[in-house]
């Protein structure tokens, strides 16, 4: 709902606008590959936005495309009409300001804490900002308010080894690093991958925590269907290289056979509520979320306190 | 001692500690028992941090417990002999999450002889099994290709292949579908119950997957290094408090039956699947 309000005030045209952009892999070799085919996509600010395809889909080259880890192919002509501006910085650009960028895009990557490598927490979350160059006073702030935003407790927690914390916790030591250099858009790929359930509903809870207090744009990258339901306000589905489209949770759960031709799942609480409206149970069969499903249940069953 | 002769595995009390008699001893098993007969099919749960993956590593004599003992096949894992620890290793494999970590020739074929070449078995054999376990993970027509430009399933299936060709009485996965998209997390499940079924192999699969679990017959949860629960995996998954505890989620229909009947409405217990949450919904409307 905040997502709804914050995009009336934005102003127009996206945070992160990409058109037409066209990647290839191993180019002029037998093992060339197009892994984006005239991608278009638009992100606005204070968007929970989700990108969902499968393995080899062009996801995890789209998002690199997002901090310029991936440049934009400018041999050839496949890029000439091509548009990638993030945050107000034009990527298509011979010499983009990387610098800036990078303040401005922060990027958590798949298992995140196999990148942790300092003797404590409290130096591993203040390298980003230091390499910002940012005082040692501001830093500490920063390294702070990060590991508290995470759900750690600063003093518990600062002086140890990042490597004897359960793995869990350093998944969020990981994402607390990229949150101290206060970017303006995050990026999360599969960011719950491998965590039990407790540990994934507690990521996803911080996730949109963050979202309201101090990174308003969101983007990720998810196999997780339930994840997407619960948290994205649009999603961007992939397929081939392809924007298949963008659509809200509730349109792209309904769309079944796009879902499964792409060899998706749907969201568990839309699976159970179809199964059971097939079965002559009185439920919506677009329930997304397990909530939603219990309370057309109680509404049907007339169950209740 | 002669019940252990009857069980592939024995586990009685493992106690095992990471860094042990220094100032960073972590305890990861704390007196773990249980027994697996042959043919089991068993899903071993727990949050993260619970001691899975340190068990599944005493399965197969990577560790040897601290205290207590790990009986394969009637062998116990802390014998010095060379010949007894081999035997456990062949009796037990392992396949892990990341199948990147877990490929070592370049050509598919290759990789999977790999673990018979290394048990010193004639060239014929080799041949035989390498081609009997590529065709039980679907992978045969792939058996020329190189294994770096499969699907993360494809490569998971390769790593169960270099497994099974070493003919293991048990298999130990150990969260082998965390890193893979759905349909290769299916392609991975259907593997494993088909070797299940038809090559008759121990399956031992440590996973967060409620719906994983559901597949097997017996569900062991560990807790903070102990068993926290041991039962028929509908028993254990239809346990909507009990899993919570210890960090974990039962299957959707679980739950929902759960909230249900603690609102009011009757539902009868054990339920896990959506057909008998369909079934109990149908005789509340009548």
């Known amino acids: ?305 | 001692m002669d019940r252990s002769a009857e069980k592939i595995i024995r586990v009685s009390n493992a106690v095992y500690k990471y860094n042990r008699d220094t100032e960073d001893e972590v305890t990861a098993l704390r007196g773990i028992s249980f027994e697996i007969a042959e043919g089991e099919f068993v899903a071993l749960v727990g949050a993260n941090g619970s001691g899975k993956s340190t068990l599944a590593r005493l399965l197969n004599a990577l560790y040897i417990p601290d205290e207590g003992d790990v009986f394969v096949s009637g062998i116990n894992t802390a014998s010095d002999k060379n010949e007894d620890i081999l035997a456990v290793r062949r009796t037990v494999g392992v396949v892990f999450q990341n199948p990147d970590n877990q490929m070592v020739a370049s050509i598919i074929e290759d990789d999977v002889a790999f673990g018979p070449e290394n048990l010193g078995l004639p060239p014929a054999e080799i041949r035989e099994r390498v081609d009997w376990a590529l065709e039980c993970v679907g992978m045969a027509d792939h058996k020329k290709g190189t294994p770096f430009r499969l699907s993360g399933g494809q490569k998971q299936r390769i790593a169960i292949a270099g497994v099974l060709a070493m003919r293991p009485r048990v298999m130990v996965l150990d969260e082998s579908t965390a890193m893979l998209d759905p349909r290769g997390k299916k392609e991975v499940m259907d593997v494993v119950e088909r070797i299940r079924s038809e090559a008759g192999v121990t399956v031992i699969m440590i996973t967060h997957f409620p719906d994983e679990a559901a597949r097997a017959d017996r569900v062991i949860a560990l807790s903070g290094g102990r068993v926290a629960m041991d039962m028929p995996s509908s028993a254990a998954l239809s346990d909507v408090e009990a899993l919570r505890s210890i960090g974990l989620d039962a299957p959707l229909p679980a739950r929902i039956a759960y909230e249900l009947r603690k609102r009011g409405l009757s539902m009868p217990e054990g339920i896990t699947t959506p057909d008998g949450l369909t079934e109990a919904l149908c005789r509340i409307k009548n």
């Open chain 1, 1 to 305: 709902m905040q997502n709804k309000e914050l995009k009336k005030t934005s102003s127009s045209g996206g945070l992160i606008e990409i058109k037409d952009l066209t990647y290839t892999y191993n180019p002029k070799s037998p093992f060339e590959t197009r892994a984006l085919d005239k991608v278009s996509l638009t992100i606005e600010r204070g968007d929970f936005f989700g990108i969902i395809g499968q393995t080899g889909s062009g996801k995890s080259t789209l998002i690199s495309h997002i901090n310029a880890l991936t440049r934009v192919q400018l041999k050839g002509k496949v890029n000439d009409c091509a548009t990638v501006n993030v945050c107000g910085i034009d990527l298509t650009a011979k010499k983009p300001d990387l610098k800036r960028l990078r303040e401005k895009v922060g990027m958590v990557f798949q298992y995140p804490e196999y990148q942790l490598f300092a003797d404590t927490v409290r130096e591993d979350v203040a390298f980003g900002p230091k390499n910002l160059g940012i005082g040692d006073a501001e830093t500490d702030e920063r390294v702070r308010e990060a590991i508290r935003l995470v759900g750690l407790n600063y003093t518990e927690i600062s002086e140890r080894s990042p490597f004897e914390l359960s793995g869990g916790q350093k998944r969020r030591v990981a994402i607390a690093g990229v949150i101290a250099m206060r970017p303006e858009v995050l990026i999360l790929d599969e960011p719950t991958a491998g965590l039990d359930p407790e540990g994934k509903r507690e990521l996803l809870a911080l996730f949109k925590d963050i979202q309201l207090t101090t990174c308003p744009t969101i983007v990720m990258v998810s196999h997780n269907m339930d994840e997407v339901a619960e948290c994205c306000n649009k999603v961007a589905v992939l397929g081939g290289g392809k924007v298949l489209g963008v659509f809200a949770p509730s349109e792209l759960f309904s769309k079944r056979e796009l879902i499964r031709s792409l060899g998706l799942e749907l969201p568990v609480a839309v699976e159970l509520a179809s199964y059971l409206a097939e079965h002559g149970i009185p439920v919506r069969p677009e329930c997304l979320t397990e909530e939603e499903l219990l309370g057309e249940l109680l509404s049907a069953y007339g169950g209740g306190r």
